[in-house]
């Protein structure tokens, strides 16, 4: 396996700094952000003067803007801007990333997400409500007819799976058991307690099929990678994870009929990286929802179309699984810093620094990034080897 | 300050110019839906121009209301105060015959449990505040 693709391992992630996560109150998402940039810096044992591209993805609060740059006191700037791909955004930002570094444009791109928008007493649903805008026109009737937020979206996409393929409310109970056995051996996720299928059958439904527990956190925190070229990132402090493979797709609506966005995304980044999905030992995957993983799952050839649930089920994904997939818990148990969860968790396995939680074999890792109602779509190929 | 949810995913429609077509054929009893008049491409949400051709030539006209139920779910949680007391509410997403996705419910009381691929059909309802807004039963 292995690719000529200009872009496949010409770069890599050579900082990660990461802020508490979570319920962290009393701190701006500004003040997290600037957090995370600096100790990515100091992880990759790179001087403030010498970052010269920032990238930055503000999350449901919109906390954080252009000047962040300011914040951090980031004077040599060659290339700054801010994204929005929602889920998908951290893929975004480092594939941009990785082009720039690769093409010359800067030398180190600090790639940073932070959010803020619990508040103390508040509930995460309000807090995740809150900070949408509302609708005028036609649209505005939907609150009312019961479709508030991207929730009912999520479960009606997933009860259209389950009646066309037999997928179980087990098998999504399968998803947040398997996330949860990986939290419990991760000191920085939020949902640490045991959780067995009964005890996801037990948690309160949000909107059938889905109960709260196949639901994702909403977090506080920042998360930030830096991303530089291969050559540079060999003489940093840590070991670079290589960006193998990249690719974005976006579509308009799920449509059955036509190849979906994780199926275009995964194929192109795989074909980057030369491999297919037979070759990926780990995944981290964006579970906003249960469901979520079930159909990226399927989408990026783990599985036929309509078996990711039974391969949920057969305890694959969980600790001692064959495809260990979200070891740090996800969003659904760990942290919900969008995109940067899942990328986070591919660096820290493929450093080797996972602890208890600690795989294996962490040498081909594929990443999801899913936005919208399954409009926007990342997925990074990402390895501790700079080719197979 | 942030919003609450309250205040901005409000249950009560903010009817705009752009879609006052709609409103007042809903309070006819008739679903209405923009279609391109150059190359007859149903529009929903609603556009200022095809996404299909680009043409600006947009014409709202009197759908069908008949469809089929791409989806379903029941929602049982809701912050809406305008909810209270009123769920599960049967939420339904309606592939309408003119070939758009149409999100909704069934009609109040209705404890029909549908499925993927039922047709289904439109009728109104009215909001606390009064305005009328599609909501679809299962056709037998």
């Known amino acids: ?42 992880d990759a044992g790179i001087a403030k003067d010498e970052l010269d591209g920032l990238l930055l993805n503000a999350g449901i609060s919109q906390g954080i803007d252009l000047s962040l740059a300011q914040a951090i006191g980031l004077r040599g700037l060659a290339l700054q801007t801010q994204m929005n791909g929602f889920g998908s955004s951290a893929g975004q930002m480092v594939g941009y990333a990785a082009m720039a ?39 505005s009737i939907l609150p009312a007819l019961g479709f508030a937020g991207p929730i009912p979206y999520y479960a009606l996409h997933a009860q259209r799976h ?10 999504l109970g399968a998803i947040a058991v398997s996330s949860r056995g990986w939290a419990q051996k991760n000191p920085l996720a939020t949902m640490r307690e045991p959780l067995d299928l009964a005890g996801y059958h037990a948690s309160p439904w949000i909107v059938e099929p889905f109960h709260v527990l196949d639901c994702c956190l909403v977090s506080n925190g920042a998360i930030c990678v830096i991303v530089s070229s291969a050559e540079r990132a060999r003489d940093l402090a840590r070991p670079p994870v290589y960006v193998r493979g990249l690719a974005q797709a976006h579509q308009l609506e799920w449509d059955d009929a036509a190849p979906s966005l994780a199926q275009r995304s995964s194929a192109a980044a795989f074909a980057m990286a030369g491999c297919t999905a037979s070759d990926v030992t780990l995944c981290e995957l964006y579970d906003c929802y249960t469901f979520t993983v079930i159909t990226t799952l399927e989408d990026y050839g783990f599985c036929k179309r309509g078996e990711g649930g039974a391969l ?76 197979s | 300050m942030t919003p609450t949810l309250a205040e901005t995913a409000r249950a009560t429609p903010l009817v705009d110019e752009r879609s006052l077509p709609f409103f007042e054929a809903a309070e006819r009893g008739v679903l209405a839906l923009q279609r391109c008049e150059a190359c007859r491409t149903f529009l929903h949400p609603v556009r200022g121009r095809c996404t299909s051709c680009g043409d600006t030539r947009i014409a709202w006209v009197d759908a069908s209301g008949r469809g089929r139920v791409w989806s379903h779910g029941r929602l049982r949680r809701s912050y809406l105060p305008e909810h209270e007391g009123v769920l599960p509410l049967a939420l339904v997403l309606v592939e309408l015959d003119e070939g758009v ?37 299962r056709e037998v």
Request: hydrophobic content about 40%; overall charge positive.
């Open chain 1, 312 to 387: 949920a089920e057969s305890g694959a994904l969980a600790p001692g699984g064959k495809l260990p997939t979200n070891t740090g818990g996800g969003m659904l148990s760990g942290y919900y810093m969008w995109g940067m969860t899942p990328i986070s968790e591919a660096v820290i396995q493929a450093r080797r620094d996972g602890g208890a939680r600690q795989v294996t074999n962490p040498d081909l890792i594929a990443v999801s990034g899913n936005g919208g109602i399954f409009n926007y779509h990342a997925t990074l190929v990402l390895s501790p080897h700079a080719r």
């Open chain 1, 162 to 171: 389950m009646d066309l393929y037999g997928t179980t409310q087990a098998q």
């Open chain 1, 1 to 42: 396996m292995s690719s000529n693709h200009p872009l496949a391992g010409s770069s890599a992630i050579s900082g990660l700094g990461m802020t508490e996560l979570g319920r962290v109150y009393g701190r701006s998402a500004t003040d997290l952000a600037v957090d995370a940039v600096l100790r990515a810096l100091a």
């Open chain 2, 101 to 137: 996705r149409f999100a909704s419910r069934l009609a109040s009381g209705d404890d029909t449990l549908v499925r993927t691929g039922d047709r289904v059909a439109v009728v109104f309802e009215r909001l606390a505040d009064g305005t009328p807004v599609p909501v679809f039963r």
């Open chain 1, 101 to 139: 570094v690769n093409a010359g444009l800067a030398k180190h791109v600090a790639c940073v997400f932070a959010d803020a928008p619990l508040v103390p007493g508040a509930r995460a649903g309000q807090a995740y409500g809150g900070a949408r805008p509302g609708r005028r026109g036609m649209m």
